[in-house]
């Protein structure tokens, strides 16, 4: 069965200091990944994507995310956080096979980012 | 850009009550989709659709339907509220995968929704 796990519910980094926020995800075939940006009564933004070729990929607001299929991990990054980086980071899987139109997302990371 | 549009920011409906949540996406994307929101819960899908006309159950379809009757909008209804439906929801859109296609998610601002 396909899932995205984010194991940790908040976390909370100081400014200027590296992030990040984790995810693993279990699919069946290859897996089409994203993260996702929501801030407080907003929708969800679309930050970047893993599809194929290099396992670093880079996304807006100087996020970055790197793909591990051995530890079937796809964690966003970023070297230096900033306050207004905080929010709720939502990772997702697309099924790659079978159902392909659905997307599986993990429960959510609240990010706090102290000045 | 993409742009999905819904409808209402905030309701505030009474239990009993038919509701209708509003969804339009002005990128000719085939996939639209209804999730609600709730703390501790994530996202979880109420229904999509592939098509006009065609729609596929989620995780959580039950006391919702939907209505996908031009490609552009896809309506979620309540046929009567109840306080347990109270939540954020959310319409997204996207194209189908296929080469060259990734197919992320777009989403809408959301429609939080109280029924009292």
């Known amino acids: 069965a396909q899932s995205v796990a984010q194991p940790e519910d908040q976390v909370n980094v100081a400014e200027g200091n590296p992030l990040t926020v984790k995810c693993t995800y279990s699919?069946?075939?290859?897996?089409?990944l994203f993260w996702y940006v929501q801030y407080p009564n907003r929708g969800l933004q679309f930050l970047l994507k893993?599809?194929?070729?290099?396992?670093l990929v880079k996304g807006s607001y100087g996020f970055e995310a790197e793909f591990n299929k051995s530890q079937t991990s796809f964690h966003l990054k970023k070297p230096s956080a900033l306050v207004s980086d905080s929010a709720l980071y939502f990772c997702?899987?697309?099924?790659?096979?079978?159902?392909?139109?659905?997307?599986?997302f993990g429960s959510g990371t609240k990010l706090n980012v102290k000045p | 850009d993409v742009k999905v549009t819904q409808s209402s920011r905030y309701l505030v409906k009474r239990t009993g009550e038919k509701v209708f949540l509003e969804c339009v996406q002005d990128?000719?994307?085939?996939?639209m989709f209804w999730y609600r929101q709730d703390p501790g819960l994530g996202l979880r899908l109420i229904y999509f659709?592939?098509?006009?006309?065609?729609?596929e159950k989620g995780d959580i379809p039950e006391g919702y339907s939907v209505s996908r009757e031009k490609k552009e909008r896809f309506s979620l209804i309540l046929e009567s509220a109840s306080t347990n439906q109270t939540s954020m929801y959310l319409c997204?859109?996207?194209?189908?995968?296929?080469?060259?296609?990734?197919?992320?998610?777009?989403f809408g601002e959301g429609s939080r929704l109280t029924v009292l």
């Open positions: 997204a859109s996207s194209l189908t995968l296929n080469p060259g296609v990734t197919g992320e998610l777009f």
């Open positions: 699919v069946s075939g290859n897996p089409y």
């Open positions: 893993y599809i194929t070729g290099d396992n």
């Open positions: 997702a899987v697309r099924d790659g096979q079978g159902n392909f139109n659905k997307f599986y």
């Open positions: 990128m000719d994307h085939e996939n």
């Open positions: 659709s592939y098509d006009v006309k065609m729609k």
